[in-house]
Nanobody, 118 residues
Framework: QVQFVESGGGLVQAGGSLRLSCAAS????????MGWYRQAPGKQRELVAS???????NYADSVKGRFTISRDNAKNTVYLQMNSLKSEDTAVYYC????????????WGQGTQVTVSS
């Protein structure tokens, strides 16, 4: 079945960096547009970045210039390099397939917690 396993989160000081990884299974990964999402306490889940099968990327305005999404099709893995972290980046980060219906997804992985201390 479809499964996403996120890792790499942690506690970091403002201005620091983290690299998140997400191992995907149960999908034809190399043909699939993937996204990183996050949900902060008391807020709705939001799309952070996406990468399609041709490695074209898109980013939320709040992370442009600081975050980089990439993928390794040989490992069925998508990454999120996060630099210049801010306290407002604190959230649980998830990966999933990306398409226009993502707000209606009901199946998510466990996510990985990112906490940025100021």
């Amino acid at each position: 079945q479809v499964q996403f396993v996120e890792s790499g989160g942690g506690l970091v000081q403002a201005g620091g960096s983290l690299r998140l990884s997400c191992a995907a299974s149960g999908i034809t990964f190399r043909l699939t547009t993937m996204g990183w999402y996050r949900q902060a306490p008391g807020k709705q889940r939001e799309l952070v970045a996406s990468i399609d099968s041709s490695t074209q990327t898109n980013y939320a305005d709040s992370v442009k210039g600081r975050f980089t999404i990439s993928r390794d099709n040989a490992k069925n893995t998508v990454y999120l390099q996060m630099n210049s972290l801010k306290s407002e980046d604190t959230a649980v980060y998830y990966c999933n397939v990306y398409n226009s219906l993502w707000p209606y997804y009901t199946k998510w992985g466990q996510g990985t917690q990112v906490t940025v201390s100021s």
